[in-house]
């Protein structure tokens, strides 16, 4: 069975300020896809990335970074000198590689507050 | 490429009413996706479509659910004689193969059920 687990529930930061979103996940696959969306008030998930287990190498797109680290089975997100439009929840996924194990396994999200 | 779309994007029903939803994907996009999601909580998996043929549905889903995909192209979820628990947001996404392994959601349906 697959798991995530998003620990923090709510995040409030004032703007400018970084911030770390912390996911980790559970499974017994030996390849699989990590994934972070974005859930602003007006409801759609919108896609950020997606990352393959086998390539550990960071990320970095404009101000938001991902460190993934099979070590400790944690995918984490943080977004550099925060911005209001940030303000959303946050959630990390887990998926298979292979069309049967393709769905998508959410954790709880972490809503992030970006005050002015 | 148009996004995803869903209709309708909000539905009000009275208890033991039968509601339909509809899910169009990206053009091309041969796999589909239902996924609710609850209050607080993340999108949960209940179907899946390749082209026409739905390969896998959770236990969520119960016999009052059903899903299809005739053609391989829009989906339709429909829940018969809805419940009062049956209140949430009804999520569809879809994907490519070959590389293309991301699932892109639609604006969703929100139900609820009086």
């Known amino acids: 069975a697959q798991k995530v687990t998003q620990a923090q529930t709510e995040i409030s930061v004032v703007e400018k300020e970084d911030v770390t979103l912390d996911c980790v996940y559970e499974t017994r696959d030996t390849t699989y896809y990590l994934f972070w969306y974005k859930q602003?008030?007006?409801?759609?998930?919108?896609?950020?990335?997606?990352?393959?287990?086998?390539?550990?190498?960071?990320?970095?797109?404009?101000?938001?970074?991902?460190?993934?680290?099979?070590?400790?089975?944690?995918?984490?997100?943080?977004?550099?000198?925060?911005?209001?439009?940030?303000?959303?929840?946050?959630?990390?996924?887990?998926?298979?590689?292979?069309?049967?194990?393709?769905?998508?396994?959410?954790?709880?999200?972490?809503?992030?507050?970006?005050?002015? | 490429d148009t996004g995803v779309s869903q209709d309708p994007r909000h539905k009000i029903t009275k208890r033991?009413?039968?509601?339909?939803?509809?899910?169009?994907?990206?053009?091309?996009?041969?796999?589909?996706?239902?996924?609710?999601?609850?209050?607080g909580q993340g999108p949960e998996f209940l179907t899946y479509f390749q082209n026409e043929a739905q390969l896998e549905k959770s236990r969520l889903l119960s016999d009052r659910f059903s899903a299809e995909r005739p053609k391989g192209s829009f989906s339709t979820l429909e829940i018969q004689r809805t419940e009062q628990g049956d209140s949430a947001m009804y999520l569809c996404a879809s994907r490519g193969t070959g590389g293309k392994e991301t699932q892109y959601f639609g604006p969703g349906t929100r139900l609820l059920v009086l």
């Open chain 1, 40 to 116: 602003p008030p007006s409801g759609e998930l919108v896609f950020l990335i997606r990352r393959n287990s086998f390539d550990e190498q960071n990320e970095i797109s404009g101000r938001y970074s991902w460190n993934f680290q099979k070590s400790t089975s944690s995918f984490n997100f943080t977004i550099t000198a925060s911005q209001v439009v940030d303000s959303a929840v946050y959630f990390c996924a887990l998926s298979g590689m292979g069309g049967a194990n393709s769905k998508l396994t959410f954790g709880k999200g972490i809503t992030l507050s970006v005050r002015p």
């Open chain 2, 16 to 39: 033991g009413q039968n509601v339909t939803f509809r899910c169009d994907p990206i053009s091309e996009h041969n796999r589909l996706y239902w996924y609710r999601q609850t209050l």
